[in-house]
């Protein structure tokens, strides 16, 4: 049976261009327009500076690719782009006035203020809050002083960042009294990577956050931008949540979908006072292997989201099992997605309906409870057969197209036109929604975001409260190195039993001698799977030579190898390979230490290791480098170096020098300095 390495073991181990400024009077018909339907619109000061050239350019919305060409990528014969001026535009991001009225309480730890009716007030960092008197609106979500359970009090935390637009918080009744509370985990893994420096508030601000009225008077000189709810945003949720249905929402790449569908969410879940009675849990299946909201990357799920969103996905890269909260989400089940949909598409289907299907069988159950389906962006640009297909199978009530509802091109009308067909075939309501691309140039690009969410994934914690209180996610500060890697035996040896059934890989055919090297560092999904393609007894399966590591082969008809089937077969968690040790035959894994519970009920007949579904984590390989301590003893010790030849995975540059010449296979890890 798998087991966790203690620490006194030896071990050996293997461009866009800006936005044009908005005339005067195209701002005030916006102002106006937004304001007769309650929404919020940016006002912009027509003072354009030029901004810091050294900003990284966007990416398109599908991060790693998953094998589809997306929207703006460059295709072969394409000219080049012709580079622009970005221009840095000063946004205003509320109205609420710093005056002594309006404060009511103000201290080191806390900021307690009164908002009229629709006035806003816009906050940056980390902060917790709570209603003591009339109602607020903040990301959709509709929150008074007493809970849709009846409770008074109720503390909410959000994470607003610089990398993303400021979340506003409205006020709803004549009178309404919030109070803002600072957080513990102000800066999350900002001493790990410099992604998460400078993105929270300045440091040296008393408080983890700050409010914010206008871009320009942020301290850090960053590019802030508000977040803007276009009306027809505003109209379609109403209409999706005026009765529990299912509600699919689509569109191009960076069109604003998970956007929508975190508003979406946020309304189902907290109602709007009498008009309409919240509901206790929203289903939420996410087909985005790319950007998944509730999971890691690499896989597509079946979440139970049963509180709001107040955050960007990194902020909750997974759900916690070791949280005993009635508000806590879950995931119902997953599957891992290869990053390249090439020869797996119809995997990926597969995995789509059994995620579908453990649907129904639970709605037939409650049906009060109401369906998000998340797409991604490729499947709208260049898997629009395939979303038909989804279309037809799952039937919604709702279809959300966000796009420019303008365009006249060919390709969007026949597509437009395949969803109108669709929604009167079965009498579904076709919402076509206007896009709401970033305004400015973003901080951190699809790769970088993607980095992110998966490093706060490895460094996930949870933090004790007060007795009968649930516990808060929390992040560890220290690197990987630090973590205590279980063991798992891949081949039986006089001491101990094997404990996994072996690899699998989702990629192009890898040789079996170069498993080690390719899996060494990787990030893998833990598998559980009952399917028949599993050999008995499961030790029937080829290995390398040299190392003996089981691995499934490649089929003799497709020349790739066979997908696990979806419909015996489950996710249980995403792990990191910190290195083998072929004198024992065991494989060292990482996990948080929040999903470790996760391995104490796995069944070595039925663990498979899947490859090929994540990106290579380069952020891991750096995480010691910033620092002066540099890897820790435990991790050098295993890597039998001393600790000032640098972290683990990483070599130096000299050393790189010596390893080889042009056409000669280099033997080295997966990142180098």
């Known amino acids: 049976m798998s087991g966790k390495r203690k620490r006194d073991e030896g071990t050996s181990s293997g461009t866009v261009a800006g936005r044009k400024p908005l005339s005067a009077i195209a701002a005030a018909r916006l102002r106006a327009g937004a304001a007769a339907e309650g929404s919020t619109t940016p006002e912009i000061t027509h003072e354009p500076v030029l901004a810091p050239s050294s900003l990284p350019p966007e990416s398109p919305e599908s991060g790693s690719g998953y094998g589809e060409p997306e929207l703006g990528n460059k295709e072969e014969g394409e000219e080049e782009e012709e580079t622009h001026a970005i221009i840095k535009r000063n946004f205003k991001l509320c109205n609420w006035r710093n005056e002594s009225q309006n404060i009511l309480s103000d201290t080191e730890s806390e900021l307690t203020i009164n908002l009229n009716k629709h ?83 300045a440091e040296f601000v008393t408080r983890s956050f700050s409010i914010i009225t206008e871009s320009d008077a942020d301290p850090l000189s960053r590019i802030l931008t508000p977040e803007v709810t276009p009306e027809g945003w505003i109209r379609a949720i109403e209409d999706c949540t005026s009765t529990s249905s299912i509600t699919l929402v689509t569109g191009s790449p960076n069109s604003g979908k998970s956007t929508f569908a975190g508003r979406l969410l946020n309304r189902y879940l ?14 939420y299946l996410d087909l985005d292997p790319g950007k998944p909201e509730y999971t890691t ?35 119902i089940r997953a599957h891992p997605i290869p990053t390249n949909l090439t020869n797996y598409a119809d995997y990926y289907h597969t995995c789509i309906e059994d995620l579908f299907l453990s649907y129904r069988t639970l709605a037939s159950r409650d049906t009060s409870l109401p369906l998000i389906i998340n797409t991604p962006g490729f499947l709208y640009a260049s898997r629009f057969d395939m979303l038909n297909k989804l279309l037809l199978r799952f039937k919604p009530h709702n279809i959300i197209h966000l796009g420019n509802t303008q365009a006249t091109d060919t390709e969007t009308a026949t597509k437009m036109n395949s969803l109108q067909t669709i929604s009167s075939h079965y009498r579904s309501t076709i919402h076509e929604i206007i896009a709401q691309p970033p305004l400015s140039i973003p901080a951190r690009t699809d790769v970088e975001m993607n ?17 009968g209180k649930p516990r808060k996610l929390s992040w560890a500060p220290e690197p990987l190195s630090h973590l ?24 192009e055919p890898i040789e079996p001698t170069s ?22 007894p499961y030790t029937d399966l080829p290995r390398s030579s040299g190392h003996g590591i089981p691995y499934f082969p490649k089929s003799e008809c497709t020349g790739m190898v066979e997908p696990l089937d979806p419909r015996t077969s489950k996710l249980i968690c995403t792990a990191m390979i910190r290195g083998f040790d072929p004198d024992k035959k065991v494989v060292q894994v990482l996990v948080p230490k929040t999903q470790e519970a996760l391995f104490y009920n796995l069944s070595p007949e039925r663990t498979v290791f899947v490859g090929g579904c994540c990106d290579i984590p380069e952020w891991a390989y750096l995480e010691d480098t910033p620092g002066t301590k540099g890897v820790d003893q435990f991790a050098a010790s295993s890597l039998e170096i001393e600790p000032k030849d640098g972290p683990l995975w990483v070599e130096k540059e000299s050393t790189m020098e010596d390893m080889g010449y042009l056409n000669t296979v280099r033997r080295v890890r997966k990142f180098q300095t």
């Open 119 to 201: 006035t806003t007030i816009a906050l940056i960092g980390c902060f917790e809050f709570k209603v003591i008197r009339g109602a607020i609106n903040i990301n959709g979500a509709n929150i008074g002083a007493l809970s849709r359970d009846a409770q008074k009090g109720v503390v909410h935390r959000a994470f607003v960042p610089s990398t993303h637009p400021i979340l506003k918080i409205r006020g709803l009744d004549g009178t309404n009294h919030v109070q803002f509370m600072s957080c513990k985990e102000a800066v999350p893994i900002a001493e790990n990577s410099p992604l998460f420096a400078n993105i929270w508030n």
């Open 270 to 283: 907290t109602g709007f006072g009498k008009t309409a009675r919240p509901v206790p849990a929203v289903y």
């Open 297 to 331: 990357s690499g896989q597509i799920s079946l979440v139970l989201v049963r509180d709001i969103k107040l955050s960007p996905r990194f902020a909750h890269p997974a759900t916690v099992s070791d949280i005993a909260s009635s508000k806590a989400d879950e995931v």
């Open 451 to 467: 980095a992110m969410h998966m490093q706060s994934y490895f460094h996930i914690n949870t933090t004790s409260t007060k007795p």
């Open 484 to 507: 205590v890697p279980w063991e798992f035996c891949y081949q039986e040896t006089i001491e101990r039993s094997q404990d996994i059934v072996g690899f699998t890989m989702y990629t």
């Open 515 to 536: 498993l080690m090297t390719t899996l060494n560092g990787s990030i893998i999904q833990i598998v559980q799977s009952n399917s028949s393609t599993i050999p008995s």
